[in-house]
């Protein structure tokens, strides 16, 4: 059924460890990603969101509260952690602050002005060796990678004109070096300016007639020995007042506030003076500033974890908790967007299942003609990504001559309803997205009933399996090893995993495992007892961090004028003088995302093709489309509406930019397009954050907890 698994199964191949000869670090940094979220509120603990460090444990949270009580939308910050190692490079314990004496250094920069402009994935026309990418995608040609000039393609290195010449794009980094916090000096702010001007005038910014703008990165602060990474405030802007940000991803002259680069510790014995440097690429970890997570209970139904684990190449045995979550988050995925609440929606799928007394044919095997008809029955409804089909609706270019669709098929749309690589190339099957090969295998092991399930699994709902499957997770903490490997997994399942275009946190580097300096299983399961459960386990993941030596060599190398697919391909071999593109430093996992952040989240919404129903949109998971609002809420609370009507409140859902007036932004809505990524620069804190709340109210229909969207124009209220 799926001619991609054999040709993967086929690379797939017993590996030697990059580590494998390498010295195991005896610390280490945990996690080993951060991510921070950025926000208008202030960098203090008490005003902050912290990064999760459990999988699932904010699932069901009724009582959090995303904005500051004047209203302003709350910084996520990410905390990192030292632990002391076995052997084996295994944490073992976080280590004691009163034994020894820690300084924490971090080094961020933001390179999104000095890198190139997102047309699509470069990777895309590039066969690899990962369980992410269908090789059909090359073979069939489904969607060509897009060569991309310079951003800013007016700001010369002279010196590739004339001898000794000026490199003015230099100043294009926001790289503010080193900055150290511990125990005497316990916070600073990341100062960055913008054009970098190296400590004296900046001659690009004097070349416009105006100076280097205060940009700064981000806040670190050290608290009891641990290191509470704080995001910057939104900040983005053009140099020239009068530029609009009339691109989605792509706008010269523009800068803002995200980074990312490493943390590094020192750390000395207080017993013995003993020293012990965290600073190579298997020791120190690596944050990352984001976008702020506009629903962060709701994961995406492809995170970067599976990208991550998809990257490794291995095999899992397979078991229900490898294709359950893939279930769990398409079904919550109706309180973002309409598309997945309405029918056909795979929420309308499950919602009849369960009203037929048939859910529990997604873990029982018996009786088996029942239970395999349910099992193909959901299966059928997803997307193969081998795409071996061109028959699902075209999602129309702005260049289109007419608005019938000519020539574009008549299946119904396949699962998800979301646009994937090829949105640049109209009619390609890869249009839509499809869940990574390696999910695609183990759904259809799941629909040939390979896996195993308790004898006691008794589930009603699919809300009753995922508290079961959230409580495994829980489980896991009790084991003090696997707490820092849980934290990064909870980092990373925050994040969207595939169909990047360019995405809005990390994009399509992360697939491919020359990224890594490690990646590797440590643990194939969550929760062993009479039964496993593994959600394909919990990883080592470092990230090939150049040394400090390579770092001064390769800062600042690009591929010139134009980057390509070829450059890519060229990069992936170990022997190439392009390699350096998968040796990181500061910057170089945000330089690939859209500039200003703004204009890419804001138009990550609905997209328009001729048969409207269900509207598809792009991943709503942390952008949402469709939402609950707050005032449809506090009416379900009033006592003196009418059941029917609180059905209808219940049922109705409003845009989510309509709750901060940015005007509606859908695909190739031209007008409204634009007037929208200019007004999300300014209304990014006013939008919505949708957070779960319990309802309280026995209506038939009505669940007992609802997401809510919170609007940043006023307080948050219980």
Same mark, same amino acid.
Request: aromatic content about 12%; some cysteine.
């Given at each position: 059924?799926?001619?991609?698994?054999?040709?993967?199964?086929? $690379?797939?191949? !017993?590996?030697? *460890?990059?580590?494998?000869?390498?010295?195991?670090? /005896?610390?280490?940094?945990? =996690?080993? &990603? #951060?991510?921070?979220?950025?926000?208008?509120?202030?960098?203090?603990?008490?005003?902050?969101?912290?990064?999760?460090?459990?999988?699932?444990?904010?699932?069901?949270?009724?009582?959090?509260?995303?904005?500051?009580?004047?209203?302003?939308?709350?910084?996520?910050?990410?905390?990192?952690?030292?632990?002391?190692?076995?052997?084996?490079?295994?944490?073992?314990?976080?280590?004691?602050?009163?034994?020894?004496?820690?300084?924490?250094?971090?080094?961020?920069?933001?390179?999104?002005?000095?890198?190139?402009?997102?047309?699509?994935?470069?990777? $895309?026309?590039? !066969?690899?060796? *990962?369980?992410?990418?269908?090789?059909?995608?090359? /073979?069939?040609?489904?969607? =060509?990678? &897009? #060569?991309?000039?310079?951003?800013?393609?007016?700001?010369?290195?002279?010196?590739?004109?004339?001898?000794?010449?000026?490199?003015?794009?230099?100043?294009?980094?926001?790289?503010?070096?080193?900055?150290?916090?511990?125990?005497?000096?316990?916070?600073?702010?990341?100062?960055?300016?913008?054009?970098?001007?190296?400590?004296?005038?900046?001659?690009?910014?004097?070349?416009?007639?105006?100076?280097?703008?205060?940009?700064?990165?981000?806040?670190?602060?050290?608290?009891?020995?641990?290191?509470?990474?704080?995001?910057?405030?939104?900040?983005?802007?053009?140099?020239?007042?009068?530029?609009?940000?009339?691109?989605?991803?792509?706008?010269?002259?523009?800068?803002?506030?995200?980074?990312?680069?490493?943390?590094?510790?020192?750390?000395?014995?207080?017993?013995?003076?003993?020293?012990?440097?965290?600073?190579?690429?298997?020791?120190?970890?690596?944050?990352?500033?984001?976008?702020?997570?506009?629903?962060?209970?709701?994961?995406?139904?492809?995170?970067?974890?599976?990208?991550?684990?998809?990257?490794?190449?291995?095999?899992?045995?397979?078991?229900?908790?490898?294709?359950?979550?893939?279930?769990?988050?398409?079904?919550?995925?109706?309180?973002?967007?309409?598309?997945?609440?309405?029918?056909?929606?795979?929420?309308?799928?499950?919602?009849?299942?369960?009203?037929?007394?048939?859910?529990?044919?997604?873990?029982?095997?018996?009786?088996?003609?029942?239970?395999?008809?349910?099992?193909?029955?959901?299966?059928?409804?997803?997307?193969?990504?081998?795409?071996?089909?061109?028959?699902?609706?075209?999602?129309?270019?702005?260049?289109?001559?007419?608005?019938?669709?000519?020539?574009?098929?008549?299946?119904?749309?396949?699962?998800?309803?979301?646009?994937?690589?090829?949105?640049?190339?109209?009619?390609?099957?890869?249009?839509?997205?499809?869940?990574?090969?390696?999910?695609?295998?183990?759904?259809?092991?799941?629909?040939?009933?390979?896996?195993?399930?308790?004898?006691?699994?008794?589930?009603?709902?699919?809300?009753?399996?995922?508290?079961?499957?959230?409580?495994?997770?829980?489980?896991?903490?009790?084991?003090?090893?696997?707490?820092?490997?849980?934290?990064?997994?909870?980092?990373?399942?925050?994040?969207?995993?595939?169909?990047?275009?360019?995405?809005?946190?990390?994009?399509?580097?992360?697939?491919?495992?020359?990224?890594?300096?490690?990646?590797?299983?440590?643990?194939?399961?969550?929760?062993?007892?009479?039964?496993?459960?593994?959600?394909?386990?919990?990883?080592?993941?470092?990230?090939?961090?150049?040394?400090?030596?390579?770092?001064?060599?390769?800062?600042?190398?690009?591929?010139?004028?134009?980057?390509?697919?070829?450059?890519?391909?060229?990069?992936?071999?170990?022997?190439?003088?392009?390699?350096?593109?998968?040796?990181?430093?500061?910057?170089?996992?945000?330089?690939?995302?859209?500039?200003?952040?703004?204009?890419?989240?804001?138009?990550?919404?609905?997209?328009?093709?001729?048969?409207?129903?269900?509207?598809?949109?792009?991943?709503?998971?942390?952008?949402?489309?469709?939402?609950?609002?707050?005032?449809?809420?506090?009416?379900?609370?009033?006592?003196?509406?009418?059941?029917?009507?609180?059905?209808?409140?219940?049922?109705?859902?409003?845009?989510?930019?309509?709750?901060?007036?940015?005007?509606?932004?859908?695909?190739?809505?031209?007008?409204?397009?634009?007037?929208?990524?200019?007004?999300?620069?300014?209304?990014?804190?006013?939008?919505?954050?949708?957070?779960?709340?319990?309802?309280?109210?026995?209506?038939?229909?009505?669940?007992?907890?609802?997401?809510?969207?919170?609007?940043?124009?006023?307080?948050?209220?219980?």
């Amino acid at each position: 059924m799926y001619n991609a698994i054999g040709f993967l199964l086929t $690379l797939r191949k !017993l590996k030697t *460890n990059k580590m494998s000869t390498r010295k195991l670090p /005896k610390f280490r940094i945990y =996690p080993s &990603i #951060g991510i921070a979220r950025l926000g208008n509120g202030p960098a203090t603990k008490d005003q902050v969101i912290f990064s999760p460090e459990i999988p699932w444990a904010n699932l069901f949270d009724t009582d959090q509260h995303y904005l500051t009580e004047e209203g302003a939308l709350k910084k996520q910050a990410q905390r990192f952690y030292i632990y002391e190692c076995d052997d084996n490079g295994v944490p073992v314990k976080q280590i004691d602050a009163g034994d020894y004496d820690i300084e924490w250094t971090v080094e961020v920069a933001n390179k999104k002005p000095f890198w190139y402009d997102f047309n699509n994935s470069l990777d $895309l026309s590039v !066969l690899s060796e *990962n369980q992410n990418l269908s090789p059909n995608f090359v /073979k069939n040609k489904l969607a =060509p990678g &897009i #060569g991309a000039k310079r951003r800013n393609p007016n700001v010369l290195n002279q010196s590739m004109r004339v001898e000794g010449g000026y490199d003015y794009r230099k100043e294009l980094v926001n790289h503010p070096g080193k900055t150290k916090v511990n125990a005497t000096d316990q916070r600073e702010v990341i100062r960055g300016k913008f054009p970098s001007d190296n400590g004296g005038i900046s001659k690009l910014a004097a070349s416009m007639n105006t100076s280097s703008k205060s940009v700064d990165l981000g806040t670190i602060e050290y608290d009891a020995g641990t290191l509470i990474f704080y995001g910057a405030d939104g900040i983005s802007a053009s140099l020239n007042p009068s530029d609009l940000n009339n691109d989605f991803a792509d706008n010269s002259n523009w800068y803002d506030d995200i980074c990312d680069g490493r943390v590094t510790a020192s750390i000395v014995s207080k017993k013995n003076g003993d020293t012990y440097h965290l600073d190579d690429a298997l020791s120190s970890a690596w944050i990352a500033t984001a976008p702020p997570d506009y629903a962060p209970q709701i994961q995406p139904i492809s995170t970067m974890f599976d990208l991550i684990a998809g990257a490794a190449n291995e095999s899992y045995t397979p078991e229900l908790s490898l294709v359950f979550p893939i279930f769990y988050r398409l079904y919550r995925m109706q309180w973002v967007n309409l598309g997945d609440f309405l029918s056909p929606s795979f929420k309308e799928t499950i919602d009849k299942l369960m009203a037929d007394g048939k859910f529990k044919y997604l873990y029982k095997k018996e009786p088996k003609k029942e239970a395999d008809a349910v099992r193909k029955q959901i299966f059928d409804l997803f997307r193969d990504p081998s795409y071996h089909y061109n028959n699902e609706p075209i999602i129309p270019s702005k260049d289109k001559t007419d608005v019938v669709n000519r020539g574009s098929g008549t299946d119904e749309l396949k699962l998800p309803y979301y646009p994937g690589d090829a949105i640049d190339y109209p009619g390609s099957p890869a249009q839509w997205f499809a869940i990574p090969p390696m999910l695609y295998e183990q759904l259809e092991n799941w629909k040939d009933g390979k896996f195993e399930t308790p004898p006691d699994f008794d589930f009603q709902t699919i809300d009753e399996m995922g508290s079961f499957y959230q409580n495994q997770f829980l489980e896991a903490t009790k084991d003090e090893s696997k707490k820092p490997l849980l934290m990064t997994r909870a980092v990373l399942e925050t994040l969207y995993g595939g169909g990047f275009h360019p995405g809005v946190e990390l994009t399509w580097p992360m697939r491919h495992n020359l990224i890594y300096a490690e990646n590797s299983m440590t643990y194939q399961w969550i929760t062993e007892g009479a039964f496993k459960y593994g959600f394909y386990g919990l990883r080592e993941v470092r990230l090939n961090a150049a040394t400090s030596k390579e770092q001064n060599d390769i800062f600042y190398n690009d591929f010139g004028f134009q980057m390509n697919s070829e450059d890519i391909r060229e990069s992936m071999n170990p022997k190439s003088e392009k390699n350096w593109l998968w040796k990181l430093t500061p910057g170089d996992l945000t330089k690939w995302m859209g500039i200003p952040w703004q204009s890419d989240a804001g138009s990550c919404q609905a997209v328009f093709v001729e048969k409207q129903y269900p509207i598809p949109s792009w991943w709503a998971a942390n952008l949402p489309v469709h939402v609950f609002p707050q005032e449809s809420y506090q009416k379900l609370l009033d006592p003196n509406i009418l059941e029917d009507t609180k059905r209808n409140i219940y049922a109705n859902r409003l845009a989510w930019l309509h709750t901060a007036d940015t005007g509606f932004i859908g695909y190739h809505a031209e007008g409204g397009y634009l007037n929208g990524l200019i007004n999300m620069v300014y209304q990014w804190d006013k939008i919505g954050i949708v957070t779960g709340r319990k309802l309280d109210i026995d209506i038939e229909g009505l669940p007992k907890t609802v997401y809510v969207s919170y609007s940043g124009k006023e307080a948050d209220k219980k």
